[in-house]
């Protein structure tokens, strides 16, 4: 093949990738005009029956008073179920890819000193943010967050297994959400309830307990997507057989 | 209302500026990008759509899809980058 055919043919294919994207702009232009003409006439349209009312009746009954946390625990809690499977498929699919990369360098004295500060608080505010859930903003999945932010920022500042215990303890606690999700529901069922049917008496406890174990294994499947592959044996430090919480930020302390 | 609509809208602005991003650019990571700029524009659509007015509590069952949909896609991305980095692995090598 000759030179100037091959820059005639790279020139077509780059006109043409041009004229697809533009054609792809004013398609989607369009596209953009009619939802929000759509979501303008929905709007305009007068209110329409809501779940909310229904939902927001039936808070009192639900053992908590956040609506929100009623919504995903309680009555949709099926969903609240399947996500945290979610959550651990994906980091099962992690593990599956790749052992995990080394971490960063460990960090100056200055970072490490902040670090120390700001992961127990972070730990703190998770627990106070899971509490807070039952009756404001707040609930498993935010104290969860928290959790897992104090992972990464573990692992930013060169722990390479974010905190995050040995594998054999990981799997407990990455599964530990779904399990105790499952085991209180199989345990109503054998009550005489349906399956995640919280009877009002005990509802409170019983969505305090999923959610305690919902937001260790949250944290943990958050900390360990950001750690990006399965802990090795051998890179596992000094923190090893650690539990995450507490020893995390004592082993960040002042280094000799 | 209007407030509604705006912030509304804003999200399926973006949702449409994820799509034209997600089909036109080649590369993994900026489709990945792209998809999430997507589910933050519908994430704006479902929390403008649990407004009802002023004083009244919002709607708490698109606040809890919402809070879903964070946690799903959040898990989905986690697993798309080891993906994408795994597949770079392998090009470079092969």
């Known amino acids: ?256 | 209302m209007t407030a509604q609509f705006l912030y509304g809208g804003a999200g399926l602005i973006l949702f449409v500026l994820g799509l034209w991003s997600f089909l036109v650019h080649a590369p993994l990571l900026r489709k990945l990008i792209a998809l999430n700029i997507m589910g933050g524009g519908v994430f704006h659509v479902l929390i403008a759509v649990a407004y009802r007015g002023d004083g009244v509590t919002p709607d708490p069952v698109p606040h809890a899809l919402v809070l879903t949909g964070i946690v799903v896609a959040v898990s989905a991305t986690a697993l798309a980058l080891v993906l994408g980095a795994r597949l770079q692995d392998e090009q470079r090598q092969g």
């Open chain 1, 1 to 256: 093949m000759t030179e100037p055919a091959d820059w005639a043919r790279s020139d077509r294919a780059r006109e043409r990738a041009r004229d697809l994207s533009l054609l792809l702009a004013v398609l989607l232009a369009l596209l953009g005009v009619v939802l929000l003409a759509v979501y303008f006439l929905a709007l305009n349209g007068g209110a329409a029956p809501r779940l909310a009312e229904l939902a927001l009746a039936r808070v009192p009954q639900s053992g908590v008073g956040n609506p929100v946390t009623a919504v995903l625990v309680n009555y949709r809690a099926y969903d609240t179920l399947v996500e945290l499977a979610v959550l651990l498929a994906a980091v099962l699919g992690i593990w599956s890819q790749r052992p995990a990369p080394p971490g960063f360098q460990r960090s100056s004295a200055v970072l490490a000193g902040m670090v120390s500060w700001v992961v127990p608080l972070l730990i703190v505010t998770s627990g106070y943010m899971l509490w807070v859930g039952g009756y404001a903003p707040g609930g498993a999945f935010q104290a969860g967050a928290l959790l897992g932010a104090a992972g990464v920022i573990v692992r930013l500042a060169g722990d390479p297994t974010a905190g995050l215990p040995g594998e054999a303890v990981q799997r407990w606690l990455l599964v530990l959400g779904v399990l105790m999700f499952a085991l209180v529901g199989l345990a109503l069922m054998l009550l005489g309830a349906g399956f995640l049917t919280y009877p009002p008496k005990l509802a409170k406890w019983l969505i305090l307990l999923i959610e305690s174990a919902a937001t260790i294994a949250i944290g943990t499947a958050l900390a360990a997507a950001y750690v990006g592959g399965r802990p090795s044996a051998k890179g596992q430090g000094p923190s090893a057989g650690e539990a995450s919480a507490a020893p995390s930020s004592s082993s960040l302390g002042p280094r000799p």
